[in-house]
């Protein structure tokens, strides 16, 4: 079973759109649900929010299905929670692992009169920051629910997640908006208006220096409840007192600041000052002689002074800061980033799915040659999407599913269809190699392995010699020695390794040293300016040296006029490519071109 990539892409944007319009989270959950029991095609589903006592983890009913009377569902919404920590409803939360059952009467829910039987279910985990938040549940759907079901309703689970989080954080600033109700205009600890003095003083404030951009900064200190757990909460109190101290000095004048919750703040003041204060505690701060590294989540939102709304301007903050949240932590997010970069990373994502689903990536080859006589002696793949009779190049889609479940599918789709190319070079016995682009999230992703593994089963060892994989992006590869693992397998199943932009990351060499490389592709932005900027020319006289006497392969990528060929042959270069040799070609083209060793150049 398949799930529509633009119908889910539609149920975030409207999800999106919800929690911007209204604070109101069960109307945006029970909105959401809806959309996932039509998209999965299942009758039966909830959402839950994970709590915990000291009986463990339970989960409160956040959205379930209409599946009784209105009065009945009311109830059943506001009073349903789940302790068995046998059920299948608690299971993802405790395990961390998703339940799938068939033909049974579980998951043991606490059903009321009338509730429909349960056949067939899915339980999945969700996860905000490494902790499990909540969990999903849905039911009999006429079709098998299984794992890779999970995968393709990943953005989904993710929004659900920022939900729930965005949840937390509006209790927890109301719980301590009714503590401060009990003390005066300013917070005790820090001396700070609270939450509805901020508001009414930015009503009426006017900024000191007209000409400059003012904003709402809603800033977040990450992981404060390990500081609190670790060191106890008297520290906890001297820790955020030196933070009020450092923003206080920072904004003077030029703004108001409040404690809007036990580690949050907000800030009315110029942009730069949001920057300023957080470079104060790079890389650490001392409280008391102890010294901590501190991270910041924020989110900003532009604040008009003639026409802003308060409220609705807090909001965007404190939507982009859960945002940031998202990405880690150690982020600032831009509400008008925000909600352009998500609805395009959606359309490109979406581009992408539809484009796999309907086999519209086109495979182009452009040639790898001899520089000093232009002998074709192999080729790269490189992909274009069809889209409404139009041809999308990379670079308008990869940068925004980076790092995604798309990127994954898409390298797996790159690989499958690559191998047939391969294959039919083999059977028409033309003598090339063929280089394959894959990514570093989809190298050190589980399902790499298991497409190598499944073409290993459908190929010969002949194709596998005539392949070399491009590691792209090598700058996201965050566990070196995994990459180390998983390109040695590579490499004993007779593939060949080629690490490519060399020369753009600050750990090139590092790679180039502790990856089983076999070549080394040098970035086109030297070679583009070999011939102008000394210091690029250095630089790829270096690397050509360097990669030689190692006996490794160099291949400079860019080439473009005959002067960047003869400076590139009097450095040693041997390989290269670019369009003073041949543009990139459609792969059947290209292969004739390959056996008539002619070169496209129109």
């Known amino acids: 079973m398949h799930y529509s990539t633009i119908e889910i892409y539609k149920a975030i944007d409207n999800a999106q759109k919800s929690l911007l319009k209204s604070s109101d989270m069960n109307k945006a ?3 959401l649900l809806k959309d996932v029991l039509e998209i999965t095609s299942s009758p039966i589903g909830f ?9 463990g983890p339970y989960a409160q009913m956040r959205a379930i299905s209409n599946i009784m009377g209105k009065d009945q569902q009311k109830a059943l919404l506001s009073d349903l929670e789940f ?44 996860k905000f920051d490494n902790n499990i938040v909540g969990v999903i549940g849905l039911a009999n759907a006429e079709y098998h629910y299984q794992l890779s079901c999970v995968s393709e309703l990943s ?89 009020a101290q450092i923003i206080s000095r920072s904004i003077d004048n ?24 957080i470079e104060q505690f790079n890389p650490s701060i001392t409280v008391h002689g102890r010294q901590s590294i501190i991270t910041f989540s924020v989110g900003m939102a532009f604040w008009d002074f003639e026409s802003g709304n308060i409220t609705r301007t807090i909001q965007h903050a404190e939507h982009s800061m859960c945002q940031a949240k998202e990405q880690g932590g150690s982020a600032i997010v831009l509400y008008d980033d925000i909600t352009n ?24 080859l452009q040639p790898q040659v001899e520089i000093q006589n232009g002998t074709i002696t192999g080729h790269e793949i490189l992909i274009r999407i069809i889209d409404n009779s139009s041809i999308i190049y990379p670079d308008d889609f990869l940068p925004h599913i980076s790092e995604t479940e798309t990127d994954i599918a898409l390298g797996d789709y790159i690989l499958e269809n690559s191998f047939l190319i391969v294959n039919e070079i083999i059977s028409r016995d033309i003598s090339c190699d063929i280089s394959i682009n894959i990514s570093a999230y989809h190298l050190l992703s589980k399902e790499f392995i298991k497409t190598i593994q499944n073409l290993i089963d459908q190929y010969s060892k002949t194709i596998f010699s005539k392949i070399k994989l491009e590691i792209t992006e090598t700058s996201l590869i965050n566990d070196i020695d995994k990459a180390a693992q ?43 300016d070999i011939n102008h900027r000394e210091e690029s020319f250095l630089l790829v006289q270096h690397i050509i040296s360097m990669v030689n006497s190692f006996g490794k392969h160099v291949i400079a990528e860019g080439i473009e006029t005959s002067i960047h060929r003869s400076t590139l042959i009097n450095l040693g270069c041997k390989y290269g490519q670019g369009y003073f040799y041949s543009q990139p070609s459609p792969w059947e083209k290209a292969l004739y071109l390959t056996v008539e060793q002619k070169l496209d150049t129109e």
């Open 29 to 31: 959950f029970q909105q």
């Open 47 to 55: 959402f839950g929010e994970i709590f915990h006592n000291e009986n």
């Open 83 to 126: 302790h068995d920590p046998d059920s299948d409803i608690l299971k993802p939360a405790i395990t961390g692992e998703i339940i799938i059952t068939f033909n049974s009467t579980r998951p043991s829910l606490k059903q009321p009169e009338g509730h429909p039987v349960i056949h067939s279910y899915i339980g999945i985990p969700v």
């Open 155 to 243: 953005p989904l689970i993710k929004t659900i997640a920022v939900m729930i989080e965005r949840k937390r954080l509006l209790k927890e600033q109301e719980q301590y908006n009714k503590r401060m109700l009990s003390h005066a205009e300013k917070d005790t600890l820090t001396g700070f208006y609270n939450r509805w003095k901020f508001e009414e003083l930015t009503s009426s404030f006017r900024p000191l220096e007209r000409d400059v951009k003012y904003i709402i900064s809603c800033i977040n200190i990450d992981a404060f409840r390990k500081i609190n757990n670790l060191h106890g909460f008297d520290y906890g109190d001297l820790f955020i007192r030196k933070i």
């Open 254 to 277: 030029k703004g108001l600041c409040c404690r809007s919750s036990g580690d949050e703040f907000l800030l009315l003041s110029p942009e730069y000052i949001v920057y300023h204060i």
């Open 341 to 364: 970069n998500f609805r395009l990373k959606q359309e490109k994502i979406a581009l992408v799915r539809h484009a796999i689903e309907q086999n519209k990536v086109l495979f182009y």
């Open 486 to 528: 998983i390109l040695n397998y590579c490499k004993d199943i007779g593939l060949r390794i080629s690490l490519d932009d060399f020369g753009t990351g600050y750990s090139s060499m590092n790679y180039f040293r502790l990856l089983p490389i076999d070549e080394v592709k040098i970035d086109k932005s030297f070679i583009l």
